[in-house]
């Protein structure tokens, strides 16, 4: 069965620090893989994907992912954090039925300045 | 291009009741997916529905229902409403949701039960 793990609740970075966020996953089959973020009281936001034969993706905001196939990752980075970068960050896979998202359980990032 | 919309924003109501949620998919978007997120669950897949038809069904009791019509809006049904219910009930939705095809969420449907 497809899988996603988050091993860290939390992150904390200085504001212009480097930061990632990780994520790890189980996959039969080709690993749909999608990033999201979400701010207090609203939806989900659509931040980047894996696209096959691309190991570093780059999306929205500045964030890039970096797509290890030996190590099953997924690693969300961005070289300069803001403190309005300070969000819950979600890792997603496709599943089986390749159709629905299956999602980590999330990792708040904080940004302190 | 106007976003994902969902109504209503919030909503109470008494266990027992039932509660009917609306979603607006993007325009163009066919495929439109439900989840629901609690604190301790997270976000789990509820269904998923392409062309008015259910094409995937996540692991909930049958109070939960849905239906998609022609013009791709979607409506979810939870029946016999349950304190454990309370939750952000997130739609969203994609062009074909498949593959790549990356979905688009809306700002959620609070619901309280009590």
């Known amino acids: 069965a497809q899988s996603v793990a988050q091993p860290e609740d939390q992150v904390n970075v200085a504001e212009g620090n480097p930061l990632t966020v990780k994520c790890t996953y189980s996959?039969?089959?080709?690993?749909?893989l999608f990033w999201y973020v979400q701010y207090p009281n609203r939806g989900l936001q659509f931040l980047l994907k894996y696209i096959t034969g691309d190991n570093l993706v780059k999306g929205s905001y500045g964030f890039e992912a970096e797509f290890n196939k030996s190590q099953t990752s997924f690693h969300l980075k961005k070289p300069s954090a803001l403190v309005s970068d300070s969000a819950l960050y979600f890792c997603a896979v496709r599943d089986q039925a390749g159709t629905a998202l299956i999602f980590g359980k999330g990792t708040t990032l904080s940004v302190s300045s | 291009k106007a976003g994902v919309t969902q109504t209503p924003r919030y909503l109470i109501k008494t266990r027992g009741q039932q509660v009917t949620l609306s979603c607006s998919p993007i325009s163009g978007h066919r495929s439109v997916s439900w989840y629901q997120q609690t604190p301790g669950q997270g976000l789990q897949f509820l269904f998923e529905y392409f062309s008015e038809t259910q094409r995937n069904k996540g692991n909930f009791p049958g109070r939960f229902s849905g239906r998609q019509f022609s013009n791709s809006r979607s409506e979810m049904n939870v029946s016999t409403l349950e304190l454990g219910d309370s939750a952000l009930y997130l739609c969203a939705s994609s062009l074909v949701g498949q593959g790549v095809d990356e979905q688009y969420f809306g700002p959620g449907t609070r619901l309280t039960v009590t």
């Open positions: 996959v039969s089959g080709n690993p749909y």
